[in-house]
């Protein structure tokens, strides 16, 4: 067999979705022609869609070495890093393949999306619109920037735009599935249904209409046709983590352990040291009651990733429930030094510290919560209940009446500790 015969094969294997055959072919062409550029950009796209990042990042690291300015090998290599999550060695790769086509869109787009990933949505926001400036009619950079405008809490800048895609293109998959997840976050579910619908009618293999129409049915209770949404969810994507993790946070939220447990469990199948997977797994063991088994899943997450609040927290929960205080103070400060907004945190870490009348550290605490932009109010009252205790009553009642002024729709339990501290502070 000749390149160019093994080459073409390749190439109508992969364009049926045969990938198995479209690789063997391929490496057969490069076995035959070892240095063409094509074959192993094509190679690199067939292993992606297998799932094996790391066997197209090798690829493509090969291809470079041969022709180092080779667009779309550059192109590629980009968007392999961020399948990988590697965002910031992706944001540098892109920013070498603009150098060579400096307005690109594609590559342009895959630079946001890394940026969006790594959390800078305003540089995100600053690159969709340079797309845009260049091609104004650009609808796909149109959503991809409503999107992001959604996923930053921007609803009004989102549905604005999102409007405008679709009187241009009512058809358009990536924007209905965006309108229903607008619908999604304002509990509409009857017309997020509809937008899902819409989206599949045009492509049924759309893993994320599938996914949120999923989301939608189990918010309704139709939990059986939820499943099969997210069955087809998962078949039709090449990355199936990020869906089976989400399904198991979406279950623990709906207190549906078994199905919580069976998506993270397929999640470390698939990734046996993903951190997010293994911290969610731990919190899952512990509302089993399984503090245990949840601490060394929880120590297996730090070993990854050392910086991980939500996993200090958690492992701070564990402790609790095995009824080792010193241990969740320490996990606890842990939590807080690497998120030190976590009002939840100093919260939990506060009460603590006024079981054990360690008041001015509490009150140090209770600020994380009590001095933000947004002040929350179980910080506030135990702010106030530190400062009762150590003599201060002007200051906590000054507090108390904060409260009352400032907030409502407390809890029973909330009213009637405040209620008393409020009578105690009074009689004082």
């Given at each position: 067999m000749t390149f160019e015969t093994e080459y073409a094969a390749g190439k109508q294997a992969h364009k049926e979705k045969?990938?198995?055959?479209?690789?063997?072919?391929?490496?057969?062409?490069?076995?035959?022609?070892?240095?063409?550029?094509?074959?192993?950009?094509?190679?690199?796209?067939?292993?992606?869609?297998?799932?094996?990042?790391?066997?197209?990042?090798?690829?493509?690291?090969?291809?470079?070495?041969?022709?180092?300015?080779?667009?779309?090998?550059?192109?590629?290599?980009?968007?392999?890093?961020?399948?990988?999550?590697?965002?910031?060695?992706?944001?540098?790769?892109?920013?070498?393949?603009?150098?060579?086509?400096?307005?690109?869109?594609?590559?342009?787009?895959?630079?946001?999306?890394?940026?969006?990933?790594?959390?800078?949505?305003?540089?995100?926001?600053?690159?969709?619109?340079?797309?845009?400036?260049?091609?104004?009619?650009?609808?796909?950079?149109?959503?991809s920037l409503a999107t992001t405008y959604m996923e930053m809490?921007?609803?009004?800048?989102?549905?604005?735009?999102?409007?405008?895609?679709?009187?241009?293109?009512?058809?358009?998959?990536?924007?209905?599935?965006?309108?229903g997840r607008l619908f999604l976050e304002n509990k509409d579910y009857q017309r997020a249904q509809n937008s899902f619908n819409k989206a599949l009618n045009t492509n049924p293999e759309h893993s994320a209409a599938h996914y949120y129409l999923g989301r939608v049915c189990l918010e309704i209770n139709y939990s059986d046709e939820a499943r099969l949404h997210f069955n087809e969810a998962l078949r039709f994507t090449r990355n199936q983590i990020p869906i089976l993790l989400n399904l198991g946070i979406i279950f623990t939220s709906k207190r549906m352990y078994d199905d919580a447990e069976e998506n993270?469990?397929?999640?470390?199948?698939?990734?046996?040291?993903?951190?997010?997977?293994?911290?969610?797994?731990?919190?899952?063991?512990?509302?089993?009651g399984k503090p245990n088994e949840a601490i060394l899943h929880l120590n297996k997450a730090l070993g990854l990733d050392p910086n991980s609040a939500f996993a200090y927290y958690n492992l701070a929960k564990a402790y609790q429930a095995l009824n080792k205080p010193d241990n969740v103070i320490k996990n606890l400060y842990l939590a807080l030094k690497y998120e030190p907004e976590d009002f939840y945190a100093a919260n939990e870490l506060?009460?603590?510290?006024?079981?054990?009348?360690?008041?001015?550290?509490?009150?140090?605490?209770?600020?994380?919560?009590?001095?933000?932009?947004?002040?929350?109010?179980?910080?506030?009252?135990?702010?106030?209940?530190?400062?009762?205790?150590?003599?201060?009553?002007?200051?906590?009642?000054?507090?108390?009446?904060?409260?009352?002024?400032?907030?409502?729709?407390?809890?029973?339990?909330?009213?009637?500790?405040?209620?008393?501290?409020?009578?105690i502070l009074k009689g004082s």
């Open positions: 045969n990938f198995k055959k479209a690789k063997e072919h391929l490496e057969k062409a490069l076995a035959i022609k070892p240095n063409d550029v094509y074959a192993m950009n094509k190679l690199a796209v067939v292993l992606r869609e297998m799932g094996d990042l790391k066997g197209a990042e090798d690829i493509l690291g090969y291809s470079l070495q041969v022709k180092n300015d080779d667009l779309y090998s550059n192109y590629l290599l980009g968007n392999t890093l961020i399948e990988k999550g590697d965002f910031k060695s992706a944001i540098k790769n892109l920013k070498h393949t603009l150098k060579l086509k400096p307005n690109d869109k594609y590559t342009l787009n895959s630079l946001a999306l890394a940026n969006k990933m790594m959390g800078d949505y305003d540089e995100c926001i600053v690159i969709l619109k340079k797309i845009l400036e260049i091609d104004p009619d650009d609808l796909y950079n149109k959503v809490g921007e609803f009004d800048l989102a549905r604005d735009l999102l409007e405008e895609i679709l009187k241009k293109d009512e058809t358009n998959v990536d924007a209905n599935v965006l309108e993270l469990s397929m999640a470390l199948d698939l990734e046996s040291e993903n951190a997010d997977a293994l911290t969610n797994m731990g919190k899952l063991l512990i509302l089993q506060g009460k603590l510290l006024l079981e054990r009348k360690e008041y001015e550290e509490a009150i140090k605490v209770f600020d994380t919560g009590a001095k933000g932009a947004y002040p929350d109010k179980y910080s506030l009252l135990g702010k106030a209940q530190a400062l009762k205790a150590l003599g201060k009553n002007r200051a906590a009642l000054k507090i108390v009446k904060q409260i009352e002024k400032d907030f409502d729709n407390f809890t029973d339990s909330f009213t009637d500790e405040l209620t008393y501290m409020k009578t």
